[in-house]
């Protein structure tokens, strides 16, 4: 909606001292966006639509100035009219961003925050709301399916998600943490991890045992913790049946 109308977006980019370059900024750097950038390329171009430099300039801006967003906003209604629509009726924009509900909200958490008080509160408090929520869905569909590591690696994956629900829980997350970490079925897979990725010429183990041996004792903690957890998620191998780090690291446990 954002990004759809571009005279609305200008102004409230002003009104808000930059938070729309802001959210382009961070949307552009995102690996699902570029991936789906390069996908749009491929797909026009295979329907004998090229718009390669387009997509590539939206990419590629700087978003520093108001010039910067206008001139990408144009950009972007001029590839809603020459993308075609995916075959499951999607349009450009759609396309584009191609982000999972809680990503989206983080972006648009970092535009609330420029906004004007008491707007920036009260849309940032809907925001932390909905982002909460969305988690929590996903945990309560987790466990109602028994899948005990999923709820707990759904925990791990969402950065957001459980830093503001260890701030609501006044600690939750981290005592979660504290228990975790000294499973032996983790400590195990932790070890397994380390192995196997060494021997894929990948060492982690600084990492993981930084991971393993933190004390969770303050919110400062958990926050390095799930840096780490996303860092890994990047570095460590997939195992041949498709399990990630964090489902290597937490699949083992029980109920």
């Known amino acids: 909606v954002v990004l759809e109308e571009p005279a609305a977006a200008e102004s409230l980019d002003r009104l808000a001292k930059g938070a729309i370059m802001t ?4 949307l552009v750097a995102l690996e699902p966006v570029k991936q789906a950038a390069a996908k749009i390329k491929e797909t026009s171009k295979a329907a004998g639509v090229d718009v390669s430099s387009e997509v590539d300039s939206v990419l590629t801006k700087e978003y ?20 075609p629509t995916s075959a499951d009726g999607k ?10 509900e809680d990503e989206a909200l983080v972006l648009l958490q ?3 925050k ?6 920036a509160k009260a849309l940032s408090q809907a925001l932390e709301v909905a982002l909460v929520l969305h988690g929590g869905a996903e945990i309560a569909k987790k466990l109602e399916q028994g899948d005990y590591p999923g709820a707990v690696g759904v925990l791990l994956e969402k950065k957001e998600v459980s830093e503001k629900l260890d701030e609501l829980t006044n600690g939750a997350i981290r005592s979660v943490m504290k228990k975790l970490v000294a499973l032996d079925a983790v400590k195990k897979a932790a070890d ?5 990725s060494s021997a894929a010429g990948v060492d982690v183990a600084a990492d993981v045992d930084g991971l393993l041996s933190k004390k969770y004792g303050s919110i400062e903690d958990l926050t390095a ?3 780490t957890i996303k860092g890994l998620k990047a570095k460590v191998p997939t195992k041949d049946d498709g399990t ?11 109920e």
Request: with cysteine; aromatic share 4%.
């Open 23 to 26: 959210v382009l900024r961070e």
């Open 64 to 83: 520093a100035t108001a010039e910067d967003l206008k001139q990408a906003l144009e950009t972007i209604k001029g590839l809603k009219t020459k993308v």
């Open 91 to 100: 349009d450009f924009l759609k396309q584009f961003v191609a982000l999972k």
């Open 110 to 112: 970092a535009c609330a």
């Open 114 to 119: 420029q906004l004007p008080a008491p707007a």
């Open 192 to 196: 397994t991890v380390k192995t196997g």
């Open 225 to 227: 913790a799930l840096e």
């Open 244 to 254: 990630a780090f964090v489902m290597q690291l937490v699949g083992g446990i029980g």
